[in-house]
């Protein structure tokens, strides 16, 4: 079975500090993607970033960067000098077969 | 502008009464989904298809039906709506399951009382 398991339920942060994401995944298979979207408080989900299964390397794209570990099924999502903008649910998702399956979110609120 | 549209945006119904919410896409898209929001459980696929006239289950299709009888149309009807429907339902669109990101819809609030 596929799931995707995102712990922190909430996380507060004072403007200016770095978060961290987390996000496990759970699959049988060797070919899948890894998705992350922001769901800003207006509702709508944007994509972040993609990433797949034989690509390790860790993405870096401003202040945003990706920490995929195929050893321990982790895709942590790092905010660095977060700013108030940056207050939003995260989910992290795993495509794989014909399916998308998502964590539960993380609700991130960045205190001016 | 490329978009996935959804309507009605807001919708309070009873018990019931039969309902369709649209989407519709512009991208020329071969895979469409319908997904569910709740608190505390994230995003929840219902149906998706693959292509046209080819639909199939996501991991909670009870109570709902799709149908994909042109490429950018991909309707959630729910012929007997129930209070644990109430939700947040995203209509999604991409090039394919994989390796393509989703596009979302700006989503549909359903109560059913």
């Given amino acids: 079975a596929q799931k995707v398991t995102q712990a922190q339920t909430e996380i507060s942060v004072v403007e200016k500090e770095d978060v ?28 972040l970033i993609r990433r797949n299964s034989f690509d390790e390397q860790n993405e870096i794209s401003g202040r945003y960067s990706w920490n995929f570990q195929k050893s321990t099924s982790s895709f942590n999502f790092t905010i660095t000098a977060s700013q108030v903008v940056d207050s939003a649910v ?20 960045v205190i001016p | ?22 989407c519709s896409q512009n991208m020329n898209h071969e895979y469409m989904s319908w997904y569910r929001q709740d608190p505390g459980l994230g995003l929840r696929q219902i149906y998706y298809s693959m292509n046209v006239e080819v639909t199939d289950k996501g991991d909670v299709p009870e109570g709902y039906k799709v149908s994909r009888k042109e490429k950018r149309n991909f309707p959630l009807i729910l012929e007997s709506p129930s209070p644990n429907q109430t939700s947040l339902y995203f209509c999604a669109s991409s090039l394919g399951p994989l390796p393509y990101e989703q596009y979302f819809g700006p989503g549909t609030r359903l109560t059913v009382t």
Avoid at chain 1, 94 to 105: C, P
Avoid at chain 2, 6 to 13: A, E, M, S, V, W
Wanted: glycine share 8%.
């Fill in chain 2, 1 to 22: 502008e490329a978009q996935v549209t959804q309507n009605p945006r807001y919708l309070i119904t009873v018990t019931g009464k039969k309902l369709t919410v649209t």
């Fill in chain 1, 90 to 109: 995260y989910f992290c998702a795993l495509s794989t077969g014909n399916q998308f399956y998502f964590g539960t979110g993380t609700s991130l609120t």
């Fill in chain 1, 20 to 47: 961290t994401l987390d996000c496990v995944y759970e699959t049988r298979d060797t070919t899948y993607y890894l998705f992350w979207y922001k769901q800003p408080p207006s509702g709508e989900l944007v994509f």
